[in-house]
Nanobody, 117 residues
Framework: QVQLVQSGGGLVQAGGSLRLSCAAS????????LGWFRQAPGEEREFVAT????????SYSNSVKGRFTISRDNAKNTVYLQMNSLKPEDTALYYC??????????WGPGTQVTVSS
């Protein structure tokens, strides 16, 4: 089992920045990668970014590339999502998720990000 605790998020004006955190605990040795996803009201959950747990390789959706940065602190078993130049369309519930090799099968509770215009 892997537990994920999220923090960060909130309300920010367009053009502002926020940082989300996702702390993993439990069987973190089984984690292959950690990812961020988001879901806006009435829409399906979409991929935002991911980072491998050991090698550090990253991947981003086209909609956030160049504005969001995923990083990790191995000592704290924590992955961050730095979000800059936020837009109203970034408003969503953001989830972190752990991939233990068979897909993203552990999910955080979600944290709200609201960007006002």
């Amino acid at each position: 089992q892997v537990q994920l605790v999220q923090s960060g998020g909130g309300l920010v004006q367009a053009g502002g920045s926020l940082r989300l955190s996702c702390a993993a605990s439990g069987r973190t040795s089984s984690v292959y990668s950690l990812g961020w996803f988001r879901q806006a009201p009435g829409e399906e959950r979409e991929f935002v970014a991911t980072m491998s747990w050991t090698g550090g390789s990253t991947s981003y959706s086209n909609s956030v590339k160049g504005r969001f940065t995923i990083s990790r602190d191995n000592a704290k078993n924590t992955v961050y999502l730095q979000m800059n130049s936020l837009k109203p369309e970034d408003t969503a519930l953001y989830y972190c998720a752990a991939n233990t090799g068979s897909g993203y099968n552990y999910w955080g509770p979600g944290t709200q990000v609201t960007v006002s215009s």
